[in-house]
């Protein structure tokens, strides 16, 4: 039972995964290919294919990148997939960083087994600098790792049971 109570955070990671298809959708069927189509000042829905990794890393290497991303992601998944298992069931952060990571992993790792590369619409800039393009796994990839860095940084604390108010003098 304790260890459901891990991998129940699996299902945010579906969210995540459900979410990015939905938009990736969205953005294929109402987006046309590298026209921006502004928002507010700042920010654009750009749809673009990206072939590499992060920041299009890798994009001109051929065909060998799609497997090794794949691969990666599925060795990674089992990583975070054990990490989970061996949570405290009360670690409810580090949990949900976790399924977040794991969620947008899954997210890309579907668009390139499926595609080929990974659809990105979301644009970023200020003038004449544009962020690279991205996605909500990326998005969900991101926030995770944040709070990955923050629980993995923050002080431990004891994880006896909480003090009772009412033995307060």
């Known amino acids: 039972m304790r260890r459901l109570s891990r991998l129940r955070w699996l299902g945010l990671s579906i969210l995540v995964l459900g979410l990015d298809q939905l938009s990736k959708w969205?953005?294929?069927h109402f987006l046309a290919y590298g026209v921006p189509r502004p928002v507010f000042p700042g920010f654009n829905l750009l749809?673009?294919?990206?072939?590499g990794a992060a920041f299009s890393f890798l994009s001109q290497a051929g065909g060998w990148p799609r497997w090794f991303f794949i691969g990666l992601a599925l060795a990674v998944s089992a990583f975070l997939i054990g990490?989970?298992?061996r949570l405290d069931a009360r670690d409810h952060w580090t949990?949900?960083?976790?399924?977040?990571i794991l969620g947008g992993a899954w997210g890309n790792a579907l668009d390139r087994l499926l595609r080929g590369h990974v659809i990105d619409f979301i644009q970023l800039y200020y003038?004449?600098?544009a962020w690279p393009t991205f996605n909500l796994a990326d998005s969900a990839i991101t926030l995770g790792a944040?709070?990955?860095?923050?629980?993995l940084f923050k002080p431990a604390s004891p994880r006896g049971p909480r003090p009772s108010r009412r033995n307060k003098p």
């Open 47 to 51: 749809l673009v294919y990206n072939r």
């Open 95 to 100: 949990a949900a960083a976790l399924a977040l």
């Open 146 to 151: 944040v709070m990955l860095a923050a629980a």
């Open 83 to 85: 990490w989970m298992r």
């Open 127 to 129: 003038r004449h600098w």
């Open 26 to 28: 969205a953005a294929q």
